[in-house]
């Protein structure tokens, strides 16, 4: 057997393995901390977040998740401003977006986005992180592009 072939065989198992893993590691409980939203009007909204900082988390994110509370999220830390960008894969929740400057600024949202859907939710300019909330979250609070974003990530929270 030709020895490309034979990696390419390789790596194909090895990926279908990890696949086949991802519900179970979906499941592993990444650090958690506290995040609060600062909107226009003065109003702050504090949410406890998971923080997904390494590609393993980065890449299962919210998948297989059957539910949220109410005043839960995730972000995604990328550790560098970046372009981002996003997809449903096997994921069961409607979510917001909210694309995130690394001084804190939220730069753009999409807001419910469709379950299992693999289109591409993308940044609008490089971002350092992406927090992701409970579908109509944003709506019910009056978030906007603009608003602040305070989170260890930032350095901009103040405990």
Known sequence: MNPLTRRGIIAGLLLALVWAGLPAL???PMPTGPLVIETADGERHE?????????????????YRQQMQADAGMIFDYGRDRRASMWM??????????????????????????PFSETA???QGKVRAVLELNAGTVSRFGIEPGDTVRHAVFGNLEE
């Open 26 to 28: 979906a499941q592993t």
């Open 47 to 63: 949410f406890t977040v998971e923080l997904a900082a390494t590609d393993e988390h980065r890449a299962i994110g919210l998948m």
């Open 89 to 114: 894969r096997n994921t069961y929740i409607p979510l917001d977006m909210l694309f995130i400057a690394s001084d804190g600024t939220i730069r753009n949202i999409k807001q419910r986005t469709v």
């Open 121 to 123: 939710i993308r940044s």
